[in-house]
């Protein structure tokens, strides 16, 4: 039987400091997560729209509320940085940027970017 090695256990969550690729890559996953359950959401939108002209006219109020526009905009938000973390992890599978301070580089870039793309999507929404 193996012996167990003591080593230090750090349970306390708010003393752990992730790096930014972890982050990055964590991010990367549930907005993955929300994509995909936004699918749901986007196509019972869509089939009510194009039942009928009321049904369209119920799509338009249901997307005029404050709340569904909130919504709408984090949904974009999450598409956005999910395409932008998707493209960083391509370029990464080409062997670009696979070092720790290229990778955390280009961690902030794509940060950078998601955030512009989702001001971009609030003018959308809004």
């Known amino acids: 039987m193996k012996e167990r090695k003591s080593r230090p256990v750090n349970l306390d969550l708010k003393t752990i400091r992730f790096p930014i690729t972890a ?3 964590i991010l990367h996953r ?3 997560v929300i994509t995909f359950v936004s699918i749901a959401i986007l196509l019972w939108l869509l089939s009510l ?3 009928s002209p009321d049904g369209f006219q119920s799509a338009a109020a249901i997307l005029d509320t404050f709340f ?3 919504v709408l905009w984090g949904i974009l938000t999450a598409l956005a940085y999910h395409i932008v973390g998707g493209i960083r992890h391509l370029i990464q599978d080409l062997g670009y940027f696979e070092e720790l301070e290229s990778g955390a580089k280009s961690a902030q870039v794509s940060f950078v970017i998601a955030g512009v793309l989702a001001v971009l999507a609030g003018v959308l929404v809004w």
Do not use: N, Y
């Open 68 to 70: 569904v526009k909130l």
């Open 30 to 32: 549930i907005s993955g």
């Open 23 to 25: 982050i990055a890559s």
């Open 49 to 51: 729209s194009l039942s």
